[in-house]
Every structure is written in C-alpha cells, then in structure tokens.
C-alpha cells in the first residue's frame, strides 16, 4: 500500500515557475516507478511525466518536453515536478502517481491532486 500527498500547486503568471512535490508513504517507495499526470477543465487526464525506480529514466509527454523535469529523492520518499516556462494551458489539477513493480504502466495509487493555474 503507498499513499501519495501532492503539494505545491497555485496560481503563476504565464511564462513562470513552480514546483510541484509528492510525498509517498509507505513500504517499498523505492521500487516504484513514478508519474505525473493532470487533468484540464472538461478534459480527459493526461500523462505528463515518468521517472524509474531508481531515477536513471525519465520520459515525458510532447507538450512538457524541454520545459518540465520529473526527479525523485529516494531517501525523502519524494518525486518533484519542476515546471518552467509556465503556459496558461498547462493550467489543470496535477497528479501523482505509482505503478507498482515490475512497471507496466498501469498506476496502481493515485494522490487527491494538486491545481496549478496560469495566468496569461
């Protein structure tokens, strides 16, 4: 069992920063691939990000690529999203999430999720 806790949401000008923390808890974080995911108004949730258990692969959507980065503290039991350069349709409600080992790119536990919003 893994409970994820998302913070670090909030509203940001357009072309902006923020970064976005999950806390993890429970046994085994570690073995765990990562994601981030978000949710627009009136929109299906999408992928965003993915980081390897260990942290040595990450791999993100198109729309993010360049301007975000997925990273994780094993020893904290955190996974960070830094997101730069800000565009009002990032604007959604982030979410964590973990795909248990071994990886098959279904998430098996999902955090409340966190609302970022941009403003033009």
């Known amino acids: 069992q893994l409970q994820l806790v998302e913070s670090g949401g909030g509203l940001v000008q357009a072309g902006g920063s923020r970064r976005l923390s999950c806390a993890a808890s429970?046994?085994?974080?570690?073995?765990?691939?990562m994601a981030w995911f978000r949710q627009a108004p009136g929109k299906e949730r999408e992928f965003v990000a993915r980081?390897?258990?260990?942290?040595?692969?990450?791999y993100y959507a198109d729309s993010v690529k360049g301007r975000f980065t997925i990273s994780r503290d094993n020893g904290k039991n955190m996974v960070y999203l830094q997101m730069n350069g800000l565009k009002p349709e990032d604007t959604a409600v982030y979410f964590c999430?973990?795909?248990?080992?071994?990886?098959?790119?279904?998430?098996?536990?999902w955090g409340q999720g966190t609302q970022v919003t941009v403003s033009s």
């Open positions: 980081i390897s258990y260990s942290g040595g692969s990450t």
């Open positions: 999430a973990a795909d248990a080992p071994p990886p098959n790119g279904e998430y098996d536990y």
């Open positions: 429970g046994r085994s974080f570690r073995s765990y691939s």
